[in-house]
C-alpha cells in the first residue's frame, strides 16, 4: 500500500500560467472615507465646465483616462505635493485614492501626464482658475472683497514705487548737476 504524504486539498491555479492571476472585484468606494479630500476633488471637478479643456483634443480614446479624469489627478497629486510625472504614475499604480479618481480607467503613463500639463492643461488654465475661484465665492469659501482688496494694494504700491523711482531718477539728476 502506497500512502500520499502531502494532500492538496486546493488546486492551483497559476501553474498553467505564470502571469495569470485571479482578480477579484474591489469596490473602492468602500475603502475610502466619506469626509476624504479625494472625494472632495472629484465632486468639485464634475461640477466644472471644462469645454476650453476638452477643446485641445482632438480626440479621445476609449480606454484612457479622460481629460476630467487626468485634471482631477493632477489637482489631487499637487494637494499631495506630488509633482513629478513619474511619481504621479506610481501614484495611479499603487494609491486608492488616485485609483478612485480614475473610476476604473488604466493609469496613464508617465509621458500622457506631462503632455497633459504641459499642451492641454497649460493652453486653458486660467479659464479653469477662474472657475474655481468663481465656485469657491459661490461655496462662501473665498470672499471676494479680500481679493479686490489685494489687487488695489498692490496697485496703489506700483504706484509708489513708480513715484519713488522717479523721485530718486530726479535727484540724481539735479545732484550730478551741481557737481
Known sequence: MFMRLNKILQGDYTVSSL???IKLPLDIEISIPSDDPV????AFVEEMNLSDLYGTYDSTRKNQATPRQMLKIVIYAAMNRIYSSRDIESACKRDINFMYL????????HSTIA??????????????MAQVGTILLELGEISGGRIIRKRERRHELQKISV???RKCSCTEH??????
Open 19 to 21: 502571469y495569470h492571476q
Open 39 to 42: 472625494r472632495l476633488v472629484s
Open 102 to 109: 480614475l473610476d476604473g480607467a488604466p493609469a496613464p503613463d
Open 115 to 128: 503632455r497633459f500639463i504641459s499642451i492641454h492643461l497649460s493652453q486653458c488654465a486660467k479659464q479653469i
Open 163 to 165: 513715484s519713488w523711482k
Open 174 to 179: 539735479t545732484s550730478g548737476n551741481r557737481l
